[in-house]
């Protein structure tokens, strides 16, 4: 017997009945309830999924030449219906099927948030005609035509808990994208903060977006633009590189929060004169790095490998498959070339999108996009889109996913 | 078609543990998860230099080195999973007013039954016995799983009667019943009833039996987390999985269940193919796979009516925060302190039911018990509320990150005043998850991440004693929070683990003809 003994009613008996009618009681519960049909989905659910559709459906409304190297795709929602709100500065991860290669590439959402409830995003593609997408959208996209994308991702934006009240936006050639969209919300209130954007182009014909940038301005005095040219010197412009002493005149003595989006070699350019700032980390934030072309200039490239081509064996729910795989590519790429569909989002080893399973080999993790988590590294676990092959070897990579019920 | 012993839907703790078992025995089993990543609720995510743990405060039922909880048991020893964590010290902090309205109440309650009685004496002189006898019903209680558990659930009633007497009559009670049962004075129910939220049920139908199980569980064996969050865990058994021959498809869901003449499941059709298999051990909601996945013929009118009297639980609100100065520096040295407006649960759970009411809240520092658990001179702070209601569906996407925010605002402000500290300028990244956020990763009805409410008629110990009948479709089960021990990582375990044992003495029935 236990040395303490309680009980609740009057009679313990009674007490024990009760808890042996609690089936009883349950069943009684069930029996009351109505036999109407169950309700497959709920409110919140509704809500979360037109606000984080997987994939989304465009028509291309319009293109339009933006500068000599640029062009804007307005894109409208093909059903007609509102997009989803998205905070000024993120991007969609756009669907580009060439051939029989399936591969994607991020761009930032550069209208206003006030578009998406009319169905409505621009981005702006610029060419890189050393690129593979760039070149083939703007030689091939054309209005009518459908493009399947991604709904918004990314962590470029303006969060009022977290960032200084005043914001000084490094913009490197079409890097000024996500700026565009700031510049929009602030002037049609959907954000409130100072944005100073210091806009680093060639020459003054090569600036994007330079009209819309001006009315923006005029419109709207809490945005501000100061363009610097680095092959020409003309008088009210900035002249040469986004060097710290033109960060600080145009930062002021106040707190600010940096704010970068450009090629990849800016943000190389830029860490060191940050540095000389001696700002707090949490005051400088980046656009994604973008993919990495050149793996072997990154830390800890096994140089003998550079150049070759490896066996790449893919386990994909289900199938299996052998592929070539350039040590000189990731292994997303080579996924990608050999007709492969495999999750993709930001391309730079930091969403975790394409996570896999490293079954067997070697690869090489640039550290600048490991984007992994601590576990990871322990399990064998990867982002595809940051990792080089490093011998042969095989990959477990999850199905790209779509939308259900 | 593809044919497998056994397939696995979803790669929550409950999906995962049911895989592990499936597995361990040598079954063929497949895993399709939606998500690219294992885990559901338990997970992680990264930004910047940090990494968010995104859902454990506590672990329950997993022990010490030298004392196993249950929970430890299957995913260590049995799962062979290796994990490296560290003990929790402290059950909680609470600070709130108590229930008279005008008492303030600051409690720090260490694990370990002694020391957690003395502290109790300490706030509430006089207390003393009634939180004793707690402790040693507690101690019945367990027992009598043991012995319910050692027997496969045909328990002999006189022996019940004779050694878990307790446990027969006041079983079936709600907390302040027995409480008041026990003359626990009230300042210290109030104290005692601080975990409630961990069940998302007030006092007035917080079942005794579970909720006194549970915080005997937290105090008796302490609570755990893993040094590299969650992930560590789910990914852990994963591949323990993987080891024993399972294979997983993620980014793959279930859209279909595939029936035989019989009305005994046949299949499965996924987003990535049909597969073949008489055995489903489901991780999605019950709800959710009678109304979408099975055609309305094979569900039971019973099942239809169970799942019409459910109300889902505790849609969750979490504000991340990485700060860039060290736990030290902020004067941060509690583990989790609970800030209840009240500590008068029915009036709480009533305030979570809207946007504009809930004040609640829980914070979490794991750098106070894992010091690297973020990079030198940082620290991370979860801060969570629970909605007993469905208000987030009535916000609008035009107001979504000003709503988001707001409530954002409200928990930060509260942490720092209840605590006097300050933390704000220290923010380097912050996230913050709504149901919606919970709806888009996990997608769990509503949001909710404890299954079905676990009130009254429909908590633990019925749901258990009725398991027999709770899966009346041949060849589909339903494991994780939904299921028989409700929620938290230990019972999603717990029913992952029972499900698939059951499941296999069946496939070993079948086999004998
Ligand atoms: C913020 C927060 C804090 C918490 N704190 C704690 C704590 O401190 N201690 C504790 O013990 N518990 C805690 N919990 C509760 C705990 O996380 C959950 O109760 C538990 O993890 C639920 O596990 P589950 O097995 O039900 O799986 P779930 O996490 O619900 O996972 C279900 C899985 O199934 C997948 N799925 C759904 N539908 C399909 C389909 N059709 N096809 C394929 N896959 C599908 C989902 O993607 C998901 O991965 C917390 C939860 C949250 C959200
Ligand atoms: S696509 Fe984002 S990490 Fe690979």
Redesign the interface.
């Known amino acids: 017997?236990?040395?303490?003994?309680?009980?609740?009613g009057l009679i313990?008996k009674l007490?024990?009945l009760?808890?042996?009618?609690?089936?009883k009681?349950?069943n009684?519960?069930?029996?009351?309830?109505?036999?109407?049909?169950?309700?497959?989905?709920?409110?919140?659910?509704?809500?979360?999924?037109?606000?984080?559709p997987k994939q989304i459906e465009f028509v291309i409304d319009d293109i339009l030449q933006n500068g000599p190297d640029a062009k804007t795709v307005i894109l409208k929602k093909k059903d007609g219906e509102r997009l989803?709100?998205f905070?000024a500065g993120q991007y969609i991860s756009v669907d580009v099927p060439i051939g029989t290669t399936h591969t994607t590439r991020s761009y930032s959402i550069c209208s206003s948030p006030a578009l998406a409830?009319e169905g409505i995003y621009h981005i702006t593609v610029k060419r890189d005609d050393a690129g593979f997408v760039s070149p083939y959208i703007q030689d091939n996209w054309k209005k009518g035509d459908t493009v399947i994308a991604s709904g918004p991702q990314g962590?470029l934006y303006y969060?009022?808990?977290?960032d200084a009240k005043k914001v000084v936006a490094l913009a490197g050639g079409s890097g000024i994208t996500p700026f565009m969209g700031m510049a929009y919300a602030i002037r049609d209130s959907y954000e409130d903060f100072d944005l100073t954007v210091i806009f680093g182009s060639r020459t003054e014909d090569a600036i994007v977006y330079r009209k819309e940038l001006d009315e923006v301005c005029a419109a709207c005095d809490k945005v501000h633009v100061v363009h610097v040219l680095s092959d020409e010197e003309k008088e009210g412009f900035e002249h040469g590189f986004i060097s710290a002493d033109l960060i600080r005149k145009y930062g002021g003595d106040g707190e600010f929060s940096i704010f970068m989006c450009g090629p990849q070699a800016m943000y190389n350019f830029l860490d060191s004169e940050i540095a000389k700032l001696g700002l707090?980390?949490?005051f400088v934030r980046r656009e994604l790095f973008g993919a990495i072309k050149d793996p072997w200039n990154q830390p800890g490239y096994p140089e003998e490998i550079r150049g070759r081509t490896f066996n790449l064996h893919v386990v994909q729910?289900?199938k299996e498959y052998d592929i070539p795989a350039s040590a000189d590519e990731s292994l997303m790429v080579a996924c990608e070339r050999a007709g492969l569909v495999v999750?993709s989002r930001c391309r730079s080893g930091?969403c975790?999108?394409?996570?896999s399973?490293l079954l067997s080999g070697d690869v090489f993790i640039p550290e600048k996009t490991d984007?992994?988590?601590?576990?990871?590294l322990?399990?064998g676990?990867i982002h595809i889109c940051s990792s080089f092959p490093a011998s042969d070897v095989a990959i477990?990579v999850?199905?790209?996913?779509?939308d259900?019920? | 078609m593809p044919k497998y012993d056994a397939v696995v839907i979803g790669a929550g703790n409950g999906g995962l543990a049911a895989a592990c078992r499936m597995a361990l025995a040598g079954k063929k089993t497949l895993l399709i998860e939606r998500h690219n990543l294992p885990g559901g609720c338990a997970s992680s995510f990264r930004r910047g230099r940090f990494e968010f743990e995104t859902a454990l405060h506590e672990l329950c039922e997993w022990g010490t080195a030298e004392k196993f909880g249950a929970c430890r048991q299957t995913v260590v020893d049995d799962f062979g999973v290796d994990l490296k964590g560290h003990i929790v010290p402290e059950n909680f902090r609470v600070i709130t007013t108590a229930s008279d309205g005008k008492t303030k109440i600051d409690a720090t309650l260490p694990c370990g039954q002694q020391p957690f009685i003395d502290a109790m004496e300490k706030y509430v002189p006089g207390c003393r016995k009634s939180i004793e006898d707690f402790f040693k019903i507690g101690t019945e209680f367990h027992e009598a799983g043991d012995y319910s558990l050692s027997v496969n659930g045909k328990t002999d009633p006189a022996y019940m009667q004779e050694h878990y007497p307790n446990f027969l009559r006041l079983g079936s009670y709600p907390i302040d019943k027995v409480f008041n049962a026990m003359k626990m004075p009230k300042l210290a129910q109030d104290i005692m009833g601080t975990y409630w939220g961990y069940l998302d049920v007030a006092a007035d139908k917080l079942s005794f039996l579970q909720y006194t199980n549970m915080v005997w569980l937290y105090v008796t064996y302490g609570a755990w987390i893993p040094d590299k969050t969650s992930h560590e865990l789910t990914t852990g058994m994963l591949e323990s999985f993987r080891k024993h021959g399972g294979e997983t498809w993620f980014n793959c869901s279930a859209t279909k269940i595939l029936f035989d003449d019989e009305k005994a499941v046949c299949g499965v059709e996924t987003t990535c193919g049909t597969v073949e298999t008489k055995h489903i051990l489901c991780n999605a909601n019950p709800t959710m796979v009678y109304a979408n996945m099975c055609p309305p013929e094979v569900v039971p009118e019973r099942m239809v009516k169970l799942h019409n009297a459910r109300e889902y639980s505790a849609r969750m609100f979490v504000v991340y925060i990485g700060l860039d100065k060290s736990a030290e520096e902020l004067g941060l040295h509690d583990y989790s302190v609970f800030m209840p407006e009240s500590a008068d649960s029915v009036r709480e759970y009533q305030s979570g039911k809207t946007i504009k009411d809930n004040y609640n809240m829980v914070s979490v520092c794991y750098n106070t018990v894992n010091p690297d658990f973020s990079p030198p001179g940082t620290c991370v702070v979860s801060l969570t509320t629970t909605f007993s209601g469905d208000d987030w569906a009535n916000v609008d996407e035009e107001d979504y990150f000003k709503t988001k925010n707001m409530m954002a605002n409200r928990l930060i402000d509260r942490f720092e005043e209840k605590l006097g500290v300050t933390i704000r300028p220290y923010i380097e990244e912050i996230e913050v998850a709504t149901p919606w956020t919970m709806c888009n990763f996990v997608n769990t009805p509503q949001g909710s991440a404890y299954g079905y409410e676990l009130s009254g008629w429909d908590s633990m110990m019925p749901r258990m004693m009725m398991m027999g009948t709770e899966f009346p479709v041949k060849g589909l089960k339903f494991v994780g929070a939904s299921s028989i021990r409700g929620d938290g990582y230990n019972s999603a375990i717990f029913s992952g683990n029972t499900l698939a044992r059951k499941t296999l003495s069946e496939m070993k029935e079948e086999e004998e003809g």
């Not at chain 1, 009684?28 to 037109?50: Q, W």
């Not at chain 1, 969060?159 to 977290?162: D, Q, S, T, Y």
């Not at chain 1, 975790?352 to 996570?355: A, E, F, K, T």
């Open positions: 017997m236990p040395e303490v003994n309680y009980k609740v313990g007490d024990m009760k808890f042996k009618n609690m089936p009681v349950r009684a519960a069930i029996d009351a309830s109505p036999s109407t049909p169950l309700k497959g989905i709920e409110p919140t659910n509704e809500k979360a999924k037109a606000h984080h989803p709100l905070r409830k962590h969060e009022p808990i977290r707090r980390k949490k729910c289900g999750p930091e975790g999108w394409c996570h399973k984007g992994r988590r601590a576990a990871d322990d399990y676990y477990d999850p199905a790209k996913p779509v259900t019920q």
